[in-house]
C-alpha cells in the first residue's frame, strides 16, 4: 500500500503526517479518510480547484490529468508544473509526498 506524506500545513496538517491508502483511491479521498480535513467544495466532481495540491514526489507515478482537470487547474492559487487535483490524482503502488497549497480560490468554505 503507497505511503503519502502530507508536508506540514498550519490548517489540515501542522505536524505534517505519513498515511497509507490502496491503490487506485484518490489522493482526496486517502486524505479525508485519514482525518486530514481538505476542501473539496465540489465533492470530488472535479468542478473545482479547492481540493489543489502540489505533489513534491512521486508525480510519475499517478494516473495522467485529463483535459477537464487541466483547465481547472488553470485556475488554482499557487499552480506549479506538479499540481494536482488530489479528487483526480490516483494512487498507483509508489510513495508519494505532497503539499497543500496555503490558500485556495473558494470564497466560501463549508463543513464537509
Sequence with gaps: MPTIKI????EYAPEGKSITAPAGTSICEALLENGVKIEHACDMSCACTTCHVIVRQGYSS???ADEAEEDLLDRAWGLEPQSRLSCQAILAQQDVTIEIPKYTINHAKENH
Design 62 to 64: 499517478l494516473n495522467e
Design 7 to 10: 508536508l506540514p500545513h498550519a
